[in-house]
């Protein structure tokens, strides 16, 4: 009597617990006074210590009140990686049907929802179907669970729909031969059965409107049962209740089709009306769109669970096409089922029904394996054993994603292996994330370990907007020395531990029109990214430490910056935070001046890099980067008044600045004002050529447009700019690195005043433009620049859709300076300018550029070359650069290539000879030989600046089409 007791107790407070239901997509109505929820993603429903959990579900929820009380009533319907924990038993399930009773609230809790009825969505009728519960008892499936009658509801809160659907059958020989059928009836079933035996080659189609349609099977012999009509007619006169009981025994070159998914046995058993089934000797083809192709999964024997779920045992797996794969991964248990897109942070992505322009849950095919040993090559070399793995079936399970091999002076022998964390760790792979392991060992350096990602998604936290990261961390313990090159061959590192740590998140705000960016970047030392990573060092944004925010209203923004210094070898001016305001374009006067404004103000401690440790490292501290810190305000105002003489644009203006810094160069506080007047202006005239043609040029018709440009400027400051610190970045560490080491291996320890970066500011007028992020780069000066802009334009393409382009483009440009001896060493004219563009055809350009100055020791750049394209095939390019300015002197001959030789043959590569020292410069080249099963990438490189010779060898596994995988050959594996 106690436990009974303590039954009744239990099962009160149970009733009277809070239901609570979570997903990450609902889609729901009412009907017949009852709620109606189809839920997708991270299904939860709990009460009291109940929970149950799954990838999907249907709920039915209705309530009834008696007197002051209201009882809720619901019928759930749980479908894929099915959890059930009571405070008696944890369960799993493929399926499930419970009920739930609650005197109290049922609380919802759902990231998406669409009030749409869907009462022909697939899910919905398995729902129905099973809680039917109309089966043969005899089938009746394992995972149908009914409660108690005399304890259990019943059913009597829900009204469960019928389907009210039907199926045929067809049967017709598999060749031209006639296959022999006979039928017989047994009542010794209830109810009744027709048997149907066929041998001789048989295929039977099922229609069947509530599951794929169509389901086809074809074999040499088959046993057919079905209900019995009574009648005595054919089976392919018969039409049947979807609820009513089909099975199949087939025997010898079983095909089944159902869907896009296609198995193929010796032996089977299957319940079409359950989807359930048995083969033996079989072979599993689930077709995946993001790979174009199929899934393998071939197995001694194969349950097929529900319509999309199968377990394979002693089964290997592959998205090989060949019928001996070069790679597979064996494992005694396999199962593939779908589960629907989730996202860690945001709501994950959706396909959207055309036809109605709802969202509707993306279902992923995932696979499943236990006791894995992936193998390769027809002798099944095992390579790798893991005793778990789960993932997309995209990218069925095979962990490690890249193995590369190389060899050179510097790093030694290295293997170096990426693998993904998802499958090793058997955790679901969320929508947009990626999530690798990096394992290296470099022989002459040490061992490396790290982990990336990167993911992208939208409405993270519920806010509509896109967002996407990165992140990398990576370490090693290494006992080598750096060679970053020409003087710097041998430098001894701070320490053995090195590394790297970084993150950057990049967030749009959609309802508030803002932008949010957040980054952390560590490094272990001055020197560790340009010996690991040089191209990043060399070419992308500056590993530093920020939050920043930017919200945009008509014509006026304001962003809000805080960067700490975490890397002390690097010249860092920490804000703490900088407050900016801009408004652009404002008018004013009845729009006859636009006023447009500036101001900021942040606490700013600009801190100089520290110096590296091995003497050996050049190092000369860059004069305008001083240890100083304080308040930095500053305001601009600019007044526009434009207008139109005849046909020339004129837009006089006026600026001025007020600006203040706690802290300058000689530790004082000081102020400056600017003030600058000019007036820019611009007349456009073209005159068109219409009956030029020439196939040769690829010309059609000519359009010949000039733009003439002036803008005469004078400044006048009150404060010179050697006063100032350049507290705002003028320069990435890349650039400054190179400074720190120029003054000495190059100028002799004194900077010539030509080669001053901040002189060179000012003479471009890079920091008088209203918004430049640098307004200290502002002097006295006077000058009047002038450009000349000039297009020949042709038409291109279709008759009926004929576009314009540029056939050729040359724009030129000098400045003049009235005070010359002030402002351009001497010289009158300076800052010379040109660019030249020349598009032959389609896929051939001819460029050139150029810049000079003609004082002693001025810059003489200029370029050409000849560039190539053959759509996504390739390109080449060939050209040469002159640099030389001062004591520089380089006349540099470079040439590269990227091109599919064939559908298996891919290659890249490039080199760059110094005409004017006689030096190489350096080569690489890469090919890539595109196998059924895998890329492999052949590469050499040659650093004559290093004095490095390098080859390496890198395998890729070849799974979907050629852009799902390679980052190394992206654009040109676009290529079919």
């Known amino acids: 009597m106690p436990s009974l007791r303590a039954a009744e107790t239990s099962e009160t407070e149970l009733v009277r617990a809070p239901i609570t239901i979570a997903s990450r997509f609902s889609q ?126 019943s059913w009597q809160g829900v009204t469960i729909p019928s389907t009210g659907l039907k199926k045929h059958i067809t049967i017709e020989g598999r060749s031209t031969i006639q296959p022999s059928i006979s039928s017989i009836e047994s009542h010794d079933t209830t109810p009744p059965e027709t048997v149907t035996i066929a041998t001789g080659g048989i295929t039977v189609r099922v229609f069947d409107a509530e599951e794929f349609g169509i389901v086809d099977l074809t074999a040499d012999r088959m046993v057919i049962w079905v209900k019995s009509d009574g009648t005595g007619r054919p089976l392919s006169s018969q039409e049947f209740d979807g609820n009513a009981p089909l099975q199949i025994y087939m025997e010898g070159n079983i095909i089944i089709r159902q869907g896009r998914d296609t198995l193929t046995a010796t032996h089977a058993y299957y319940d079409i009306t359950d989807d359930r089934g048995l083969l033996l000797n079989a072979e599993l083809r689930a077709y995946v769109d993001e790979l174009q192709g199929d899934v393998r999964i071939r197995a001694q024997q194969l349950r097929q669970k529900s319509r999309e779920s199968y377990h394979a045992q002693n089964a290997w797996a592959t998205t090989s096409q060949f019928g001996e794969p070069g790679y597979r991964l064996r494992s005694t248990d396999i199962f593939l089922d ?262 900021s103000i942040g606490y700013a401690n600009l801190q100089p890099a520290d110096p590296p440790t091995d003497p050996n490292d050049l190092f000369t501290p860059i004069p305008y980067i001083t240890d100083d810190s304080g308040m ?176 050729m483009r040359l724009d030129m440009g000098v400045s003049y300076f009235p005070d010359q001896d002030r402002d351009n060493f001497g010289e009158d004219f300076g800052l010379y300018t040109g660019s030249y563009q020349w598009n032959v055809g389609e896929r051939t350009s001819i460029l050139a550029d150029a810049l000079y100055d003609t004082f002693d020791d001025g810059q003489e750049l200029w370029s050409l070359g000849v560039l190539s394209q053959r759509s996504t095939r390739g390109s080449v390019y060939a050209g040469i650069r002159q640099v030389k300015g001062g004591d520089l002197d380089s006349n540099i001959l470079t040439a590269s290539y990227s091109y599919v030789m064939s559908p298996k043959w891919i290659s890249t590569m490039g080199t760059a000879y110094d005409i004017a020292e006689d030096q190489n410069r350096g080569q690489t080249l890469t090919v890539t030989r595109v196998g059924a099963d895998f890329l492999v990438h052949f590469g050499f490189g040659a650093d004559a600046s290093k004095d490095n010779v390098s080859f390496g060898l890198s395998i890729e596994p070849k799974i979907g089409p050629f852009n799902a995988y390679s980052s190394q050959l992206s654009s040109l594996l676009n290529v079919r």
Not at 385 to 394: D, F, I, K, V
Not at 429 to 450: F, H, I, Q, T
Not at 587 to 593: A, F, N, T
């Open 338 to 599: 779908y589960r629907y897109n989730q996202n860690w942070l945001g709501q994950g992505n959706y396909d959207i029904d055309p036809a109605t322009g709802m969202a509707i849950p993306k279902a992923t095919p995932w696979v499943t394996s236990l006791n894995n040993t992936l193998t390769i090559s027809e002798y099944d070399i095992p390579v790798l054993y893991s005793p778990y793995l789960s993932g997309p079936a995209e990218d069925p399970n095979i962990p490690i994603r890249s193995v590369t091999f190389e060899q050179d002076s510097i790093f030694g022998t290295q293997v170096k292996t990426e693998w993904d964390m998802f499958k090793l760790s058997g955790i679901n792979k969320p929508d947009g994330v990626e999530w690798g392991l990096l394992a290296d060992y470099l022989s002459d350096r040490g061992p490396a370990v790290g982990m990336s990602t990167d993911y992208s998604g939208e409405d993270l936290f519920g806010i509509p907007g896109i967002y996407n990261g990165e992140g990398l961390g990576i370490f090693i313990y290494d006992e080598g020395e750096d060679n970053l090159g020409r003087d710097r061959r041998s430098l001894e590192p701070k320490q053995d531990e090195r590394g790297r740590a970084q993150w950057r998140h990049w967030q749009r705000l959609e309802p508030f029109d803002a932008l949010v960016i957040g980054e952390f970047g560590y490094l272990s030392d001055r020197n560790y990214l340009e010996q690991y990573y040089e191209k990043e060092f060399d070419r992308r944004k500056d590993v530093e430490t920020l939050i920043y925010g930017k919200q945009d209203y008509e014509n006026w923004s304001w962003s809000l910056l805080t960067r700490p210094q975490v890397n002390n070898f690097e010249n860092t001016t920490e804000w703490l935070p900088k407050l900016d305001l801009y408004g652009l374009g404002e008018p004013i006067l009845g729009e006859w001046l636009t006023w447009s404004s500036h101001s």
């Open 28 to 153: 729901q109505w009412t009907e017949q006074n009852q709620l109606i929820q189809i839920l997708r993603g991270n299904c939860v429903i709990q009460q009291g210590a109940t929970t149950l959990r799954s990838q999907q579900a249907v709920v039915w929820q209705r309530s009834e009140q008696s007197g002051d009380e209201v009882t809720h009533y619901l019928t759930i319907f749980l479908k894929d990686d099915v959890e059930v924990e009571e405070p008696s038993r944890s369960l799993r399930e493929p399926s499930l049907v419970r009920q739930m009773r609650t005197l109290s609230d049922v609380s919802i809790d759902i990231g998406k929802t669409i009030n749409e009825p869907a009462p022909e969505d697939p899910l919905l009728k398995q729902a129905i179907q099973q809680a039917q519960g109309v089966r043969r008892s005899n089938l009746q499936p394992t995972q149908f669970v009914v409660q108690n009658p005399e304890t259990d509801l």
């Open 632 to 807: 930095v305000m500053m305001t601009r105002h600019k007044l526009e008044a434009p207008f139109n003489l005849g046909p020339v644009n004129v837009v006089p203006y006026v600026m001025g600045e007020a600006a203040y810094w706690d802290d300058g160069i000689n530790n004082d506080q000081i102020d400056r004002f600017v003030g600058q007047g000019g007036i820019r202006s611009s007349l456009m005239f073209s005159r068109i050529f219409p009956n030029i043609y020439s196939d040769i040029f690829n010309l059609n018709g000519l359009a010949h447009k000039i733009r003439l440009e002036s803008e005469y400027a004078y400044t006048d400051a009150s404060r010179s700019l050697n006063d100032i610190p350049q507290y705002n970045e003028i320069d990435d560490n890349a650039q400054e690195r190179f400074r720190q080491r120029l003054l000495t291996n190059t100028f002799g320890g004194v900077l010539p005043a030509p080669f001053d970066p901040r002189f060179y500011g000012v003479r471009t007028g890079a920091g008088t433009d209203l918004t430049a992020p640098y307004h200290e780069l502002v002097e006295d000066q006077q000058v009047l620049r002038l450009a000349l802009r000039q297009r020949l334009q042709t038409k291109v393409g279709p008759p009926e859709r004929q576009r314009i382009r540029d056939w």
